[in-house]
Nanobody
Framework: QVQVVESGGGLVEAGGSLRLSCAAS????????IAWYRQAPGKQRDLVAS???????KYADSVKGRFTISRDNAKNTGYLQMNSLKPEDTAVYYC?????????????WGQGTQVTVSS
């Protein structure tokens, strides 16, 4: 059974940094794409950053130059390095992993990790 678990959230002052991790566990799996989303209270869940099996990456305009998405395929883990954090970055951050199992690709969500940036 595949599990996707985020970690690394917390409380940080504006201007600080956090590094989120997204680890996929299970047998015989291979992660194709990883994406980070965030959802602030009362708002929709928005895409923050994504990385693809091709190596390409994509960022929301609001985080370009501050956030970096990366992955370690050997560890089936994705990361989101967040620098120069702002209060408006406060949200629950979710990882979505598209995982190849045999011949099929499945989408898995983590449980979310809270990021709070104080002003």
């Amino acid at each position: 059974q595949v599990q996707v678990v985020e970690s690394g959230g917390g409380l940080v002052e504006a201007g600080g940094s956090l590094r989120l991790s997204c680890a996929a566990s299970g047998s015989a799996l291979s992660i194709k794409n990883i994406a980070w989303y965030r959802q602030a209270p009362g708002k929709q869940r928005d895409l923050v950053a994504s990385t693809y099996s091709s190596g390409s990456t994509k960022y929301a305009d609001s985080v370009k130059g501050r956030f970096t998405i990366s992955r370690d395929n050997a560890k089936n883990t994705g990361y989101l390095q967040m620098n120069s954090l702002k209060p408006e970055d406060t949200a629950v951050y979710y990882c979505n992993a598209e995982i190849l199992l045999g011949s099929f690709t499945y989408s898995y969500w983590g449980q979310g990790t809270q990021v709070t940036v104080s002003s």
